[in-house]
């Protein structure tokens, strides 16, 4: 999972970020919290409620908790497709920076299989911290005129452990900073201000399971090229027929990017129905049946209504799985990534799916009766590349095999995933270095966010984003280039893989233009890398984790590497 703090100091973009008032002094910074997803195969949800998440300063002091309320979000479901969702926005003092630390609700961990049922967690540690790593400085400093975006992984992958009869919890997290402008996944909140001259509208943010506190403000701006949508899900003509029908206290759905001035370029909007009080799931398809007019999802998250939802379905046993029914007063929203609505028949095992259920008929016993649903045909797909054959036009990606595509035969063979000049490909390390597609090799994870055609052993994939799952490892430096930034080292722990063929034991490690480089006494430049290694005594070693993507050579490119001197 990933946090990142837009963090926007000029002084008057606090009142466009919501964070804070204009009379703040130019000594306050104004931070905006998001936060990503971290899959894994096992699991379909995983969610937990965030509790605090505080910031390091240099003296090793603590900010005051930066959350208003505790943010309950399901990690593994905000997108395989690299979006984040915000969680916040705060004014913090200027200065320096040195890390983070996030604490979870140790009661709130709730982890699901594929199939939706409860899998036990004991949790050994709920909180953890994280120095920052950047190109240049291992502190974040904050002052007039900036602008960056800092993030925290909280890595399950790492934090879960198999202990027989379900998972241990134990959290880790790792930090980093740098210029970046996130894309979110989509949020609810409540219009408080409009102006159409200049096609921008400001939101409250609110929470679907605290809906009492807000958690600050945002300046949308919309153009015509935007998904612009009323709760029925037909679209606006143009943004000034979209503004001309909001109004202030609607509620409204926005997805987009944050930029780098702190305000948010929306690029999908949607009027809700504030009239009606309902609950709103997002979710997995698990089975459609046409015939009889229900599906059943495997639930996500509940993006609305959690105060209706939760004790029916607590009297239901807490179900994994939810089931639905359509009628022909049922309406089918366009999806979250592209214009119009794909009817009962865009139901297919595998693609996610939102759906709204009136609160008079969201009662024991299912099937619930759907109000709306939104198929999103934008799907995501995640799992290993078994061929390159075709690049830089196409390659080939092979599922994981509890993708529900796979396991209800929708798919039986690798995907085509098909490139164009608008893919983007990127590492998913700190800085998220974008790849060239001829810099994919065989062997490496990666998840790929697009639109699927075709089934069977011939499904091809329209990629849209392309986010490369690093390899990992951890390792011992044998030896260190005196005219490039280049070293050898000894593997110890491989932990994820770095693409065919894989690194030999003793492998070489290339650091690209943007790599990351943090030594723990805070010295981030090669030359110091290579000085620390030269002034080792015979007792001591320089210990790395390096993340990247092999090079079709064995060589691995790291993309982030942290160096400490250890004593043998």
Known sequence: MKIHLAVAVLPILLTACGGGSSSNSGSNSNVGLL??????????????????????REDASLTGNLLVAPRTLDVLGLGLAGSEALLDFVDLDSGQYTGLRATVDSTSIELRDQDGDLVPVVVIAAQASADFSTTSSADLLLSRNDFASVSLDIVLDQSLRDNGAGYDFELVVRAGHGTASPILDDFHGRVTNINRNESWFEVELVDARYQGNSFGEVRVEVDDSDLLFNHTGAEFGNSSAFLASLNVDDSVEVAGALTRDGTFDGTRCEIEDSSRSQVRMEGRVLSVDQGGQTFSIVLEEIEKGYAIAR????????????????????SWLGSKGSAGSSGPTGLVAGKKVDVRVDASNFLAPMPFLARNVRVDLDERYEGTVTSVVGLPERFELTLDNRHPGVTSGRITGPVTVELSSTSVIF?????????????????????????????????????????????????????????????????????????????????????????????KDGSNTFAAFRAAFAGLNASESLVVEVEGIGDGSGVIQGYEVRAEVEDD
Do not use: Y
Request: glycine residues 8%.
């Open 427 to 519: 590492i998913d390390t700190g800085v998220e270095a974008w790849l060239d597609p001829s810099e994919l090799v065989t062997g490496i994870e990666l998840k790929v966010g697009g639109k699927l055609t075709g089934s069977g052993a011939s499904a091809s994939l329209a990629a849209q984003r392309v986010k490369v799952e690093p390899g990992r490892c951890e390792a011992v430096v044998q030896s260190v280039s005196a005219t490039q930034e280049r070293f050898t080292v000894v593997i110890l722990d491989r932990k994820d893989p770095f693409g065919d063929p894989e690194p030999n034991m003793t492998a070489d490690v290339v650091l690209p233009s943007e790599a990351v480089l943090n030594l």
């Open 311 to 330: 004790p029916v379905l607590a009297a239901l046993g807490d179900p994994g799985v939810l089931s639905f029914e359509w009628d022909n007063q049922t």
């Open 35 to 56: 936060v990503g997803d971290a899959p894994t195969d096992e699991l379909s949800s995983a969610s937990f409620a965030i509790t605090e998440l505080r910031l390091i």
